[in-house]
C-alpha cells in the first residue's frame, strides 16, 4: 500500500512523509502515521525525540517543511476561520495546565465553546457544568485555578478541551508536572476519555496508562518512529535496540 495515493483508506488523523527542522536541526524525519477513529496511541520516547513537536504539527501550532497533515481527510489550513475551526477539532492538553488565571473554572470551560463554536450562553454553561461533573471538579466551577490542585487543574484543562467537541484530543506529558498522589486522577479521566471511545494521542511516560488505554504504543527516537506495536507486544518483546534501551532506563 502506498501512503500518497488519496485512494488508499485513509485514518482521522494521517501524517504522511512529514519532515520539519529547527534550523539544522531535523526533529520530524519522514513521519507516517494513520490514527484510526477511536484509537488510543501511546507515544513514547527519549526527551528530544520530537514528541512535542509532533502533537504541535498536528494542530498546526508548528509548521512543517514537507509532507502532508489530514484532519478527517482534510489538509490542515494554514490560516484564517479554518484554522481556528481546525484548532477546535483538535483538543490539546499540555503539561502545564494552562488554564486562564483570570477567569473562573467555569469560564475557563465556556470560552472556547462561546468564542470558537459560537455556543448560546446557556447552553455552553450547562454543557461545561456537566462536563466539569464528568472529571470530578463541578464543586470547583466558581473558583480560580489558583485556588485547585494541579491534578483538578489538569481534569479542568481536559474538561474545557471536551467542550469543543474535539474530533481528536492530544495529550502532551498530561501528568509530568503533577505531584505523584495526584498523577492517578488525572489518568482515571483519560482512561474513561479512551473507554468512551474518544480518539487520543497521548505522550506519556506512565506505562501503566499504555497498557491499559493504548491500542498501539508508537516509539519515537531522534526524530523517527523506530518501532511501533500494540502495547503487549511493545513492552515484552521490543524489537529495536533503541527502544529496548529505553524501556530498560524507564521500567
Ligand atoms: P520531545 O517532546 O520528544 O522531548 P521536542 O519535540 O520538544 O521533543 O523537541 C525535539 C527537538 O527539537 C529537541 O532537540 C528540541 O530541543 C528541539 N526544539 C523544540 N522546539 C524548538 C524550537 N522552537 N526551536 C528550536 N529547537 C526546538
Ligand atoms: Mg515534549
Known sequence: MSDSGTL???GLVDLSGVNKHFGEL????????????????????????GKSTLCRAI????????????????????????????????GMVFQSFNLFAHKTILQNVTLGPLKVRKTDPKQAEKRALELLERV?????????????????????????????DPKVILFDEPTSALDPEMI????????????????????????GFARTAANRVVFMADGEIVE??????????????RAQDFLGKIL
Open 59 to 90: 494542530n498546526r501550532l508548528e509548521p512543517i517543511d514537507t509532507g502532508e497533515i489530514r484532519l478527517d481527510g482534510e489538509p490542515l489550513p494554514s490560516e484564517g476561520k479554518s484554522l481556528a475551526r481546525l484548532r477546535a477539532d483538535v
Open 184 to 207: 492517578q486522577e488525572v489518568l482515571e479521566v483519560m482512561i474513561d476519555l479512551a473507554k468512551q471511545g474518544m480518539t487520543m494521542v497521548v505522550v506519556t511516560h506512565e506505562m
Open 228 to 241: 511501533q506495536a500494540d502495547p503487549e507486544t511493545f513492552f515484552t518483546n521490543p524489537t529495536s535496540r
Open 8 to 10: 488508499t483508506k485513509t
Open 136 to 164: 470530578g471538579v463541578a464543586n470547583q466551577a466558581s473558583k480560580y485555578p489558583a485556588q485547585l490542585s494541579g491534578g483538578q487543574q489538569q481534569r479542568v484543562a481536559i474538561a474545557r478541551a471536551l467542550a469543543m
Open 26 to 49: 531535523h526533529v520530524l524525519k519522514d513521519i507516517n502515521l494513520s490514527i484510526a477513529k477511536g484509537e488510543v496511541v501511546v507515544v513514547i520516547g527519549p526527551s528530544g525525540s
